[in-house]
């Protein structure tokens, strides 16, 4: 199988460049307009996500929340790809402000999540 280097600027396969990774860069790119300077681990975290079967479509979802979310934490990060990655579940119910989204919090509550179970 070929190597290259690719725009996204890891080697890949270029037979296994996932279409993700490519529509990933090219909105972070138009957002931003910089290139991002995602590493090998990035890709890898990434990857690691796509492995446990989640769909594409949910992927891109919270991928368009972690780019929304107005917190000043995650635009301190970069808005990079392993961070996203490794805490997927927190773009679930949107984008993460400062403070839980009414969606986060309607969620919560229905699960009895944060709440002492003794009282």
Request: proline share 4%; net charge positive; charged share 30%.
């Amino acid at each position: 199988m070929a190597r290259q280097m690719s725009f996204l600027g890891a080697p890949q396969e270029i037979e296994a460049q996932p279409r993700l990774e490519v529509d990933m860069h090219a909105e972070w790119f138009r957002r931003t307009g910089m290139k991002p300077c995602w590493s090998g681990r990035d890709y890898s975290a990434l990857r690691r996500l796509m492995k446990r079967g989640i769909e594409r479509e949910e992927i891109w979802r919270r991928w368009l929340n972690y780019l929304d979310s107005p917190d000043e934490f995650i635009k301190a990060q970069g808005w990079g790809l392993r961070f996203f990655a490794e805490r997927f579940d927190s773009w679930a119910f949107g984008p993460v402000n400062a403070r839980q989204s009414a969606k986060e919090q309607e969620a919560r509550a229905e699960l009895n999540v944060g709440r002492n179970r003794n009282g």
